[in-house]
């Protein structure tokens, strides 16, 4: 099995910044994509950021110059820093990987349990 572990939410104030990180554990033979989602309340799962094995980035336009999307392979960790939060940021952000669990499996995409980011006042 694989699991992904996410840590770094909390409670904010509109301004803040909050680092969120990833972990992945398990049986892993490689990661490609890694990268974070977040669903607000009443709201659809969105895309926030990703990060490809190579560390190409792609962003969602709303968080483009505030959020910043890394990873580190050896670890098999991926971060999300949080600059210039706003209370529309406001949500449960899950972390997401596409790993290859051996080089015969194909690729399966794995998700954490979440962690809530709460920008208020």
């Known amino acids: 099995q694989v699991q992904l572990v996410e840590s770094g939410g909390g409670l904010v104030q509109p301004g803040g910044s909050l680092r969120l990180s990833c972990v992945a554990s398990?049986?892993?033979?490689?990661?490609?994509?890694m990268g974070w989602f977040r669903q607000a309340p009443g709201k659809q799962r969105e895309l926030v950021a990703t990060?490809?094995?190579?560390?190409?980035?792609n962003y969602a336009d709303s968080v483009k110059g505030r959020f910043t999307i890394s990873r580190d392979n050896a670890k098999k960790t991926v971060y999300l820093q949080m600059n210039s939060l706003n209370p529309e940021d406001t949500a449960v952000y899950y972390c997401?990987?596409?790993?290859?669990?051996?080089?015969?499996?194909?690729?399966?995409?794995?998700w954490g349990q979440g962690t809530q980011v709460t920008v208020s006042s």
């Open positions: 398990g049986m892993i033979f490689k990661i490609n994509d």
């Open positions: 997401t990987a596409e790993v290859v669990r051996s080089w015969s499996n194909p690729v399966v995409r794995y």
């Open positions: 990060v490809t094995s190579g560390g190409f980035t």
